[in-house]
């Protein structure tokens, strides 16, 4: 049995008599761009993350450079983020002509570490963007006092943590604005691209929203350079059926969590992710960490399973940002990281012989005794998820970038 990374199929199969006659609308009247549906789902989406306002964009990189433009973050300003985050976190910093001021991670959550940033403020930096990685947020507590001593905004990229809970709110409402993404992979996802921008403030929603349909306001009025990025109709309809059970969804990565820590706390050089005092993970990723992580993912590959790394290059060690002059040795416990996580395969309608099926594999990886295995091993376990054990669907063309 194979278990692939990701099911995407198992949550459009979920939601088809949903949306389907709704696309099908849509197809008819031709009404793509705006609309009703694209209303609806900011407000249901701004709701559920405890903010004033939500503006749909074209995607989630889109939504971090629109965001730091709304938050007044101009050419020359110093932004702070982690060096463990995908490389759009730090691209949309370039993109308004910023400057990406890279920190480490701490080594138990390898989220943004406060006393890094600390440690990285210079008279020009503005803004510090905490990536809550994963599935949980970053720790904003130690944020805040620096932010507010130093008089900077944070601005929180929200794209892998739909639905994570911290002390302070749900990610997303930890700052002064966020921006998210909906990739289909994303625990919230789209039928396509997607993103949005975040925040209470109504000034800001309102430039955000006018940065994103060409500094426009009032039709063929431009009061500023902006450009196009819109989230659609069709995009909606489908994150407006997602959304009614990303709450569920999120409750089942949960489980499959749990799960997972049963099953392979006893698998010696693994190491299992951790969640911060007072949150509540969505699991976006499951993310262990493992000595000779390369041979360990290749046997888990031969073997069947859906296994990756997110991500194999701390930012500042890309060929995209040599230019900034970090040499390796920067960022230690990001560079670390990148040797040995290996994400395991985590969604929402991960079956528990799957997840045996994981956990067998890797633990015959990590021990190198894979060729020591009897075939017949797998198929002995007791089909506990009937519709997941004889068929697995294939794996998912659609990777969490
Ligand atoms: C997915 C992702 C993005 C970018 O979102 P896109 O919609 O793919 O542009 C940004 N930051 C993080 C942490 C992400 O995981």
């Avoid at 209470?200 to 426009?216: C, E, P």
């Amino acid at each position: 049995m194979n278990v692939p990374f990701l099911d995407l199929p198992a949550q459009q199969a979920e939601i088809a008599d949903e949306v389907l006659p709704r696309w099908r609308q849509l197809f008819e009247t031709a009404a793509f761009i705006g609309g009703p549906e694209v209303a609806s789902f900011e407000d249901e989406y701004a709701d559920y993350i405890g903010v004033g306002h939500c503006v749909g964009v074209g995607n989630g990189t889109d939504a971090i450079e629109i965001a730091l433009r709304a938050a007044g973050i101009v050419p020359g300003d110093e932004v702070i983020l982690p060096a463990n985050t995908f490389i759009a976190t730090a691209e949309a910093v370039s993109r308004v002509g910023a400057v990406p001021v890279l920190v480490d991670v701490d080594d138990e959550h390898l989220l943004i570490d406060p006393a890094a940033v600390d440690a990285a403020i210079t008279r020009r930096t503005r803004a510090i963007v905490p990536v809550h990685l994963f599935g949980q947020t970053a720790p904003v507590e130690g944020l805040y006092p620096i932010a507010q001593r130093h008089d900077l905004v944070i601005i929180e990229d929200a794209a892998q943590s739909q639905g994570a809970t911290s002390p302070f709110g749900r990610a997303g409402a930890l700052g002064t604005i966020a921006a998210t993404s909906f990739y289909p992979g994303k625990n919230l996802g789209a039928a396509g691209d997607g993103g949005a921008v975040l925040t209470d403030d109504g000034g800001l929603a309102d430039f955000a929203r006018s940065v994103s349909a060409h500094g426009s306001r009032t039709r063929y009025v431009h009061d500023r350079i902006g450009f196009n990025s819109r989230l659609d109709a069709i995009q909606a309809v489908e994150l407006r059926a997602k959304l009614r059970r990303l709450d569920k969804w999120n409750d089942l990565r949960r489980e499959a969590a749990h799960r997972y820590a049963e099953l392979l706390a006893d698998i010696s050089g693994v190491r299992l992710p951790t969640v911060r005092a007072g949150n509540s993970d969505v699991w976006h990723l499951y993310v262990i960490r493992v000595e000779q992580r390369d041979r360990v993912l290749a046997e888990l590959s031969a073997d069947g399973i859906g296994a990756a790394i997110h991500y194999p290059t701390p930012v500042h060690l890309t060929a995209a940002y040599a230019d900034l002059g970090y040499k390796t040795g920067a960022f230690p416990v990001a560079e670390s990281a990148a040797t040995h996580i290996l994400s395991l395969p985590m969604f929402p309608h991960l079956a528990e012989d799957q997840q045996l099926r994981v956990a067998d594999a890797l633990r015959h990886a990590v021990n190198g005794d894979q060729q020591d295995r009897p075939a017949a091993v797998v198929h002995d376990r007791p089909n506990t998820m009937s519709h997941h054990s004889s068929q697995v669907p294939a794996l998912s063309k659609v990777a969490v970038p």
